[in-house]
């Protein structure tokens, strides 16, 4: 029997008679990490055939063996005697001698090893709730956290960055102007289409402008900018402050004197605050524009009819109103970002599924306050 | 068998650019099998760069990189895959994945690159944390290690192919001495045992003192080698200022 394994790497295993019944096996070549399933077929193979009480390796003709092929033959000695075959090696070279014996096992202390046992369902469910109520601990000391430093802020405002404020305006108000443009657009050209095939078979065409008009400014404006600014610059927060966190950047902060929340978190609310509200009116505006051109186009309305209509319809209290929720969202989202960024522990994987929930909550929280403000708005009105 | 024989790594007249900035100039060396070969030098002398050269992370613009017989520079995608299987990378604080445990992370080169049962891949993963002393830490995260059990668990992943050629950038930066003295015992073990050849970048005189067979000291004015042979004689004997300033721990003058 002989077996070799591509040219180069070359190995053999061939078995003889030997004295009072045992089997000489001969292992020559290369018996490294290519060969050693070829060698482990080869001995399982063996020891499903042999009747022999004793097998003896010979590895005089082995001219290289790395760990791995080490322990492929420790490991065959094992399978052996497990079948009651004693197994004897011999004519081991030193180096030979040397791999085996860093590799076997039984040569080393058995160090104590930290045992994990499995967690049953109730242990699960407390392990849950401690972490739930953990994260309802974070979230208030955040809230508390940021809330204050927003005061002090307030009060003094020479503390707060404001050439960091300028910076995240551009970042997240500026260079999204294409984007919620585009978008706010479309929409409201879509919603004009839509409404103006039903509309027409009640010849109301000129209600398009008003659905359109007073669907933007009470709600989709201010949702959808608020969406994309989760998308766009709420990822973008809770990366930053992940990464930061990872690379223990905010430790450095802290050590330096600087308040984390102070440094990081309130510049990018304030300008979130300062910046989504003109987002929102800007969507509305282009919304209207996207509405306008398809009543022109579609409807045969004229561009002034369209926009007297629209301007009957709005109210100055319904645009204050949703630049004020526009207002409450920016503050939740880049909040909720930031807490989900101090969060990130360990590596690049936290950071990833940190950014992942900080859009993830900025939703939630984005359409949990919107209907929060539609009840408060029915009764104050 | 140390020291002799043809050499594994043989570097021809190597330089390298960075933009418009020399770091290496017309740098040649060899290393040869079952040595333990340290690079040494100040910061920015282009140790981590003739690392990234022997390890094909950087083509440098001149010379030849041959790493057994093979030119890393010239090489094809398919013959430059074939060397990396040969030689394992410690990289400077683990590179170890953090989304796998430590098993998978040993088990990740053994799976993607032979064809091994898994249950064998298992006994050799069991096989290299045992060699590194980190028996019973198969299920752990690598956040959940400290630096020197980092450290050991890179090295078990580097050898998980049983490589000929070890590259080790910075072994002990940033441990502590009791630690980093494991690690110099860790290397000269396997160093003895498997007698795989040692590429280390190093900073440690104490370290570099216990576990070097040869060294070689970079310069970054003289963009290149300005030492080469056993540490303690070089110690001993420096008649380069530099050379002498390294091993003395005497700051350069307008320091």
């Not at chain 1, 078995?15 to 399933?37: D, M, P, R, Y």
């Not at chain 1, 499903?48 to 063996?65: K, M, Q, V, W």
């Not at chain 1, 997240?172 to 929409?187: F, K, W, Y």
Request: one cysteine or more; proline letters at 3%.
């Amino acid at each position: 029997m002989q077996s070799s394994v591509g040219a180069g790497k070359h190995y053999a295993f061939r078995t003889q008679e030997a004295e009072s019944g045992s089997l000489k096996v001969g292992i020559s070549g290369i018996l490294s990490v290519e060969t050693a399933k070829a060698f482990t077929a080869d001995v399982d193979g063996l020891l499903d055939r042999t009747s022999a009480p004793a097998l003896i390796f010979d590895l005089n003709g082995i001219e290289y063996l790395d760990s791995t092929g080490a322990l492929a033959l420790i490991l065959s000695r094992d399978k052996a005697a497990r079948k009651s075959i004693h197994v004897r090696m011999t004519g081991m070279s030193a180096e030979t001698g040397r791999m085996i014996g860093i590799v076997d096992p039984e040569a080393d202390c058995c160090c104590e090893t930290p045992k994990r046992t499995a967690p049953n369902a109730w242990m699960r469910a407390q392990d849950v709730a401690a972490r739930l109520s953990d994260r309802m601990d974070l979230i208030c000391l955040f809230v508390g956290d940021l809330a204050a430093s927003l005061a002090a802020s307030l009060v003094r405002p020479r503390s707060v960055r404001w050439e960091a404020v300028l910076f995240y305006m551009k970042r997240a108000g500026m260079e999204g102007l294409p984007i919620v443009g585009l978008i706010s657009i479309l929409l409201g050209m879509i919603m004009a289409f839509m409404a103006s095939l039903q509309l027409r078979m009640f010849g109301a065409n000129l209600y398009v402008a008003s659905l359109v008009s007073i669907a933007l400014v009470k709600e989709l404006g201010p949702i959808m900018t608020a969406i994309l600014f989760a998308g766009r610059s709420g990822s973008a927060f809770s990366a930053e402050i992940g990464t930061m966190r990872v690379n223990e950047e905010i430790d450095a902060l802290s050590t330096m004197g600087f308040e984390p929340v102070n440094f990081l978190v309130v510049p990018k609310v304030i300008a979130s605050i300062l910046v989504v509200p003109i987002l929102t009116l800007y969507a509305d505006l282009l919304g209207i524009l996207g509405g306008l051109f398809v009543g022109i186009a579609g409807m045969d309305l004229t561009v002034q009819s369209y926009l007297q209509q629209t301007k009957e319809s709005l109210e100055v209290f319904d645009v204050v109103s949703s630049l004020f929720k526009s207002m409450c969202f920016a503050a939740l989202i880049a909040g909720i970002s930031c807490h989900h960024g101090f969060q990130a522990k360990g590596g690049a994987e936290a950071v990833g599924s940190a950014t992942t929930s900080a859009v993830v909550s900025s939703i939630f929280l984005i359409i949990i306050t919107d209907s929060a403000f539609a009840i408060m708005l029915h009764y104050i009105r | 068998m140390r020291g002799s024989g043809q050499p594994v790594i043989d570097i021809q007249g190597i330089s390298a650019y960075y933009r418009d900035h020399r770091v290496l100039e017309d740098v040649s060396l060899r290393v040869f099998r079952g040595e333990i070969f340290v690079v040494v030098g100040e910061s920015g002398c282009g140790k981590s760069t003739l690392l990234k050269c022997m390890t094909g992370l950087y083509r440098p613009d001149q010379g030849r990189v041959l790493i057994q017989d093979t030119d890393l520079i010239s090489a094809d995608d398919e013959a430059l895959l074939q060397v990396k299987r040969r030689f394992g990378v410690l990289f400077q604080s683990g590179a170890l994945i953090g989304s796998m445990t430590l098993a998978e992370n040993i088990a990740l080169p053994l799976t993607e690159h032979t064809d091994l049962d898994p249950g064998f891949i298992d006994e050799i993963v069991r096989m290299k944390l045992r060699l590194v002393n980190l028996a019973g830490y198969e299920d752990a995260f690598p956040s959940e290690l400290s630096g020197g059990m980092k450290k050991r668990a890179g090295i078990a992943r580097a050898l998980a192919l049983d490589p000929q050629i070890l590259f080790l950038d910075e072994l002990s930066a940033g441990l502590d001495p009791v630690t980093s003295a494991g690690l110099d015992q860790l290397v000269k073990d396997i160093n003895a045992g498997m007698g795989t050849t040692m590429v280390i970048v190093s900073h440690e005189l104490n370290s570099i003192m216990t576990i070097a067979d040869r060294i070689i000291m970079l310069d970054k004015r003289a963009r290149g080698i300005i030492a080469e042979g056993d540490p303690r004689k070089i110690s001993e004997n420096a008649s380069d200022p530099r050379v002498h300033r390294f091993f003395n721990r005497i700051p350069p003058k307008g320091f």
